[in-house]
């Protein structure tokens, strides 16, 4: 990967690039893995070393779920088996292990430029839901470096990725693409349906890797 080149992000645009749920929990070894989330880690790992200075901003986002009840019946009722498509596992809860940045990642928070924090008892997977520890939401971030590009990378395609790339090309003047690369997801099923929602809201979906390099 060291000499892997990238696509890099448009030019001529003021782009922010979108870290998804980096966390212990949704990797190996965690509570709700998504195979192949170390992986992914390292790769955009890479790809942040690389093309840092193609984004005005870099975000990352945190599952952040209170300790306790359900977070809005996102967390299975007690006794009951989630179904891994409404109802989860316990996992991200706040100040744990689990909803720490995985090792893999954990390097590169030193060119981070803000954190949002997300399903605070809220069930819902986008970003745009969350804010910083101070309060602030994704919307102010971006219009605190006027951005008018967003990209979006991270875990998972189908949850959080696709929900926040929808919420992001709510705003027509903005050009929003997911790096598919640089995303894992949880079913290939609910991933191919997210694909769908997102290129219906206008996404675009695109590679950071170009074609016929090793992906
Ligand atoms: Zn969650």
């Avoid at 179904?83 to 989860?88: A, E, Q, V």
């Avoid at 790339?165 to 790096?179: G, K, W």
């Amino acid at each position: 990967m060291g000499s892997q080149s990238f696509m890099g992000s448009r030019s001529g645009s003021r782009t922010a690039l979108v870290i998804v749920d980096l966390q212990q929990d949704f990797c190996e070894g965690g509570a709700l893995p998504v195979e192949g989330g170390r992986d992914l880690a390292v790769r955009i790992s890479d790809y942040v070393r690389a093309c840092r200075g193609d984004y005005v901003l870099v975000v990352t986002t945190r599952d952040w779920h209170e300790p306790d009840g359900t977070n809005g019946g996102h967390f299975a009722a007690p006794g009951t088996d989630p179904d891994f498509l409404h109802t989860w596992p316990v996992h991200c809860v706040q100040g744990t292990p689990g909803a720490a940045y995985v090792e893999e990642f954990a390097p590169l928070l030193d060119v981070v430029d803000a954190e949002i924090l997300q399903g605070q008892g809220d069930p819902g997977y986008s970003a745009f839901s969350g804010a910083t520890s101070d309060g602030h939401t994704l919307e102010d971030l971006l219009a605190g470096v006027e951005a008018d590009s967003v990209e979006v990378v991270g875990l998972a395609t189908d949850y959080c990725v696709s929900a926040t790339a929808v919420d992001a090309a709510a705003n027509p003047e903005r050009e929003v693409a997911v790096l598919l690369d640089l995303c894992r997801e949880v079913h290939s099923s609910t991933a191919l349906a997210a694909v769908n929602r997102m290129l219906d809201a206008g996404v675009v979906i695109r590679y950071a890797i170009p074609l016929g390099a090793d992906r």
